[in-house]
Nanobody
Framework: QVQLVESGGGLVQAGGSLRLSCAAS????????MGWFRQAPGKEREFVAM????????YYSESVKGRFTISRDNAKNTGYLQMNSLKPEDTAVYYC??????????????????WGQGTQVTVSS
């Protein structure tokens, strides 16, 4: 199994920045792709970004492209989500997750095996 713990959430004003971290333990982190999802109250869980196991390929939802950056440090077993130019609509609980699925649909949360507990991000206007 893989255990994931997110940190770095908080309250920030619109236009501000936050960096989320996702610390992994258990099976080798470097063998998994990693994704970030978010869920706002009353809404479905939404794909945010994904990075493949070696960090060479990244993918973003249209709503965050150009503002968020996903990265990872396999030597530290940690993934990151740098969030800039935050908007009130970015307010949600953010989750990191890992996958080994061969499915090409990395936006499907059902293809991710392990999840963290989530961290709250609140952006005030």
């Amino acid at each position: 199994q893989v255990q994931l713990v997110e940190s770095g959430g908080g309250l920030v004003q619109a236009g501000g920045s936050l960096r989320l971290s996702c610390a992994a333990s258990g099976r080798p982190f470097s063998t998994y792709s990693m994704g970030w999802f978010r869920q706002a109250p009353g809404k479905e869980r939404e794909f945010v970004a994904m990075i493949n196991s070696n960090g060479r390929n990244t993918y973003y939802s249209e709503s965050v492209k150009g503002r968020f950056t996903i990265s990872r440090d396999n030597a530290k077993n940690t993934g990151y989500l740098q969030m800039n130019s935050l908007k009130p609509e970015d307010t949600a609980v953010y989750y990191c997750a890992t996958r080994r699925s061969s499915s090409s649909d990395y936006t499907d949360f059902g293809t991710y095996s392990y999840w963290g507990q989530g961290t709250q991000v609140t952006v005030s206007s």
